[in-house]
Nanobody, 126 residues
Framework: QVQLVESGGGLVQAGGSLRLSCAAS????????MGWFRQAPGKEREFVAG????????YYVDSVKGRFTISRDNAKNTVYLQMNNLKPEDTAAYYC???????????????????WGQGTQVTVSS
């Protein structure tokens, strides 16, 4: 089991940037894929970005391609989500999740991820 703790959320104006971090504990971190999801009030939790065990393969939902970048540092047991050119529709609670396998395959379901963080709020004002 991997324990996850997110940080880096906050309030930002449209067009601004934030970087989320997710610190993981557990020796399996470097062998599993990681992901970021988000959930806005009244909406289902949706996949945002994912990265394979090595960091070589990344996956994004179409709405964030070109604006968000996911990366990981296996030496630090940490995964990041750099978010640029933020839009009001990016407002949500963002959750870090640990995959069950080294790679990710479409569709990126919440059931493909076994451990979750507590979430960090991102609010983008217009």
């Amino acid at each position: 089991q991997v324990q996850l703790v997110e940080s880096g959320g906050g309030l930002v104006q449209a067009g601004g940037s934030l970087r989320l971090s997710c610190a993981a504990s557990g020796r399996s971190f470097s062998r599993i894929a990681m992901g970021w999801f988000r959930q806005a009030p009244g909406k289902e939790r949706e996949f945002v970005a994912g990265v394979d065990w090595s960091g070589d393969r990344t996956y994004y939902v179409d709405s964030v391609k070109g604006r968000f970048t996911i990366s990981r540092d296996n030496a630090k047991n940490t995964v990041y989500l750099q978010m640029n050119n933020l839009k009001p529709e990016d407002t949500a609670a963002y959750y870090c999740a640990a995959g069950s396998t080294p790679l990710l395959f479409r569709p990126y379901r919440t059931s493909d991820f076994g451990s979750w963080g507590q979430g960090t709020q991102v609010t983008v004002s217009s």
